[in-house]
Each structure stands twice: as structure tokens, then as C-alpha cells.
């Protein structure tokens, strides 16, 4: 039972344009979201997070949007550079609890 | 850098054989967790630790254990290693249980022939 799901195994997107990776959830508890980037041989690391309270939270090129009726978030890269190219990873952490879930992950390639 | 180690970096292995992993902090951080990641799974929750002798499974808990004696380490023991654990090992640390960011290690590449 996946509770946590990125759709879009990989993504390509033109230097300079916007990148929309996805992720839907399925537990109405989750309370805490957040977004990783992985690149390869080392570990994922934290780039982003939003909690249920809120419906959208911007870090420079980085905006995650929060739909909660939808079960739905999203990480916008705007511009997109050479250095996004990686594995994105949507994760999920319920109120109260210490569990922290993670998606399948959605490899980015950003074209120069 | 989270002040996490983990070792050994590589290992490979014989099926049947017992390995134990390591996850060092040097935080003191209560919440520490062990995930590994395969193509087309992601990261997936192996066991997780919220205090010293505090532990509890995730979601592919079978064939593995954990213990933790100390704040600072937590220890993933596979009783008798398969192929199919063939995989890339990372631990993570949290300052909360609840909306905070976890840091990973740079992970653990284990082989099973």
C-alpha cells in the first residue's frame, strides 16, 4: 500500500523553464510534507517542506503548493538549472507520529 | 554535513551470512531511521528508533533488526542476508518526530552473492 506517490518515474525540461514534479497521498493524517533531491552516490537532501496549515511555501527558485482536498502537492523549480537534474523525493510525516514516508521518486533532467 | 556516519560504506557479502550496520550521530538527535532505496521502490522505512531501547518497525521490516544502546548509534543487524537485500542503506536523523526535516547519511552499498 503505496501512501505516498510520484507518478512521473522522470521528467525533462529546458534550461530556464519551469519544472513541476508531482506526488499524491492517500493518508489524511499526514500533517507534514517535504521534498528531497538526490543525486547519485550520495544522500537525499532536504530541500523544502510545508505543513498542513498552510497551502504554499516558497525558498527562492523552490515553491511547494499544498492541495489538501486534492491529497496533492507539488514542487516548482523556477528557472530550472543544469544543477536540478537529480531524483526528486516527496515525503510525508502524520500528526503525532514519528513515521516519516517516502515516494517512489521522479528523476529530473534538466536540458542546457 | 548533519554529523551523520554510517559504515561500512560498501560491503558485499554471502547469502546466509549475518551483517550489521552502523549509523553514527554526533547531534544527539531522539529520532534516527533506517531506509533503503531500490529502482522503482524509493526510499522505504526499514525500522525506526524515537530514544534510547525505543524502537519500532516500517514497512519492510522482515529479515532485519535494530537496536540502540546509545543516543548516538543505531545498529541494522540482517540476521541472514539474501539476495534480495541487495540494496542501498541510508540512515536519518530528526530534531522531532513530527514537522521537521530528517538528514540522511551518505548511505551504505550492500551487496548479497
Known amino acids: 500500500d503505496q501512501q505516498v506517490k510520484q507518478n512521473s518515474p522522470s521528467l525533462s525540461v529546458q534550461e530556464g523553464r519551469i519544472s513541476i514534479l508531482n506526488c499524491d497521498y492517500t493518508?489524511?493524517?499526514?500533517?507534514?510534507f517535504l521534498w528531497y533531491k538526490k543525486y547519485p552516490a550520495e544522500g537525499p537532501t532536504f530541500l523544502i517542506s510545508?505543513?498542513?496549515?498552510?497551502d504554499k511555501n516558497e525558498d527562492g527558485r523552490f515553491t511547494v503548493f499544498l492541495n489538501k482536498s486534492a491529497k496533492h502537492l507539488s514542487l516548482h523549480i523556477v528557472p530550472s538549472q543544469p544543477g536540478d537534474s537529480a531524483v526528486y523525493f516527496c515525503?510525508?510525516?502524520?500528526?503525532?507520529?514519528?513515521?516519516?514516508?517516502f515516494g517512489t521518486g521522479t528523476r529530473l533532467t534538466i536540458i542546457p | 554535513d548533519a554529523g551523520i556516519t554510517q559504515s561500512p560504506r560498501h560491503k558485499v557479502t554471502e547469502t546466509g551470512t549475518p551483517v550489521t550496520l552502523r549509523c553514527h550521530q554526533t547531534?544527539?538527535?531522539?529520532?534516527m531511521y533506517w531506509y533503503r532505496q531500490d529502482p522503482g521502490h524509493g526510499l522505504r522505512l526499514i525500522h525506526y528508533?524515537?530514544?534510547?531501547?525505543?524502537?519500532d518497525k516500517g514497512e519492510v521490516s522482515d529479515g532485519y533488526s535494530v537496536s540502540r544502546s546509545k543516543t548516538e548509534d543505531f545498529l541494522l543487524t540482517l540476521e541472514s542476508a539474501t539476495s534480495s537485500q541487495t540494496s542501498v542503506y541510508f540512515c536519518?536523523?530528526?530534531?522531532?518526530?513530527?514537522?521537521?526535516?530528517?538528514?540522511f547519511g551518505q548511505g551504505t552499498r550492500l551487496t548479497v552473492v
Open positions: 515525503a510525508a510525516s502524520p500528526l503525532g507520529n514519528e513515521k516519516l514516508t
Open positions: 510545508i505543513s498542513s496549515i498552510k
Open positions: 528508533s524515537y530514544g534510547v531501547k525505543d524502537t
Open positions: 547531534e544527539n538527535h531522539r529520532y
Open positions: 493518508n489524511s493524517m499526514f500533517d507534514y
Open positions: 536519518a536523523i530528526r530534531i522531532t518526530g513530527g514537522r521537521a526535516e530528517a538528514f
